[in-house]
Nanobody, 119 residues
Framework: EVQLVESGGGLVQPGGSLRLSCAASGFTFWTSGMSWARQAPGKGLEWVSNIYSDGNTWYVDSVKGRFTISRDNAKNTVYLQMNNLKPEDTAVYYC?????????????RGQGTQVTVSS
């Protein structure tokens, strides 16, 4: 059974930093592309960053230069380092398997972790 467990969210002031972690199990992690997505209140899901099995990465324009995605294949864990956080980064952040689809066509994802950026 695929499991994705996010952690590391919280309340941070504008300009602060957080590091999200996602512990993965139940699938072949090292061959899988992994993603972080977020959903702000009243908005749809936004894909934030991907990291592929070869280490290549992708970022949505709004986080380029501020967020860094990484992975540790030995620990089956993907990370999202978020620096210079802004109020518009407030959202529930989800870890997902980019290279898989469920029977409903969605990418498998975890339960999410709340990130709130506020003074």
């Amino acid at each position: 059974e695929v499991q994705l467990v996010e952690s590391g969210g919280g309340l941070v002031q504008p300009g602060g930093s957080l590091r999200l972690s996602c512990a993965a199990s139940g699938f072949t992690f090292w061959t899988s592309g992994m993603s972080w997505a977020r959903q702000a209140p009243g908005k749809g899901l936004e894909w934030v960053s991907n990291i592929y099995s070869d280490g290549n990465t992708w970022y949505v324009d709004s986080v380029k230069g501020r967020f860094t995605i990484s992975r540790d294949n030995a620990k089956n864990t993907v990370y999202l380092q978020m620096n210079n956080l802004k109020p518009e980064d407030t959202a529930v952040y989800y870890c997902a398997i980019w290279t898989q689809r469920t029977s409903t066509g969605r990418r498998p994802r975890g339960q999410g972790t709340q990130v709130t950026v506020s003074s």
